[in-house]
C-alpha cells in the first residue's frame, strides 16, 4: 500500500514538472514594451518616450536587414556610443521579425541606429 502511495506522489510530482515547462516562453520573442516600426530604411518614428525599466520592442516590417546598435549617423558618419546607464544593444534583423532590447533602467537620453542604413537614427527618451 505504502509503496502504490509513493508511486502516485512520484507520478503526481512528474506530471506537475511537464505542465510547468509547457509553460516556459520565451521572453524575447514576445513583445514586452512599447513597439517602434522600422520599414525600408528607417524607424517609422524618429523618437520615442517609454518609462524606466521598461523595454522596447523593434519590430522590421519589410523583408530588409537592420543591424541596431547604441550611437548614431551625424552625416555619413556613423558614432558607435554607448551612453552610460544604457543598456548594450546589438541586435540583427533579417526582415518581418521582432526582437525587444532593454530594459531601460536609467532615465535619460539614448540613441540607437542602424548601421547598414545611413540616417537611420532612434531616440530613446526614457523617464
Known amino acids: 500500500m505504502i509503496k502504490k502511495g509513493i508511486a502516485l506522489i512520484m507520478a503526481l510530482a512528474m506530471l506537475s514538472v511537464l505542465f510547468t515547462a509547457c509553460t516556459i516562453r520565451n521572453g524575447s520573442a514576445a513583445s514586452s514594451g512599447p513597439a517602434v516600426q522600422m520599414n525600408n530604411t528607417n524607424f517609422k518614428q524618429s523618437s520615442i518616450t517609454i518609462k524606466k525599466d521598461q523595454m522596447l520592442n523593434l519590430v522590421d516590417d519589410v523583408n530588409i536587414e537592420h543591424i541596431i546598435t547604441n550611437g548614431t549617423w551625424q552625416g555619413t558618419t556613423q558614432v558607435h556610443e554607448k551612453k552610460a546607464g544604457a543598456p548594450s544593444v546589438s541586435k540583427t534583423?533579417?526582415?518581418?521579425?521582432?526582437?525587444?532590447?532593454?530594459?531601460?533602467?536609467?532615465?535619460g537620453t539614448f540613441q540607437l541606429y542602424c548601421t547598414i542604413h545611413q540616417g537611420m537614427n532612434l531616440t530613446v527618451k526614457v523617464q
Open 93 to 107: 534583423f533579417h526582415g518581418n521579425d521582432s526582437s525587444s532590447v532593454g530594459p531601460f533602467t536609467t532615465a
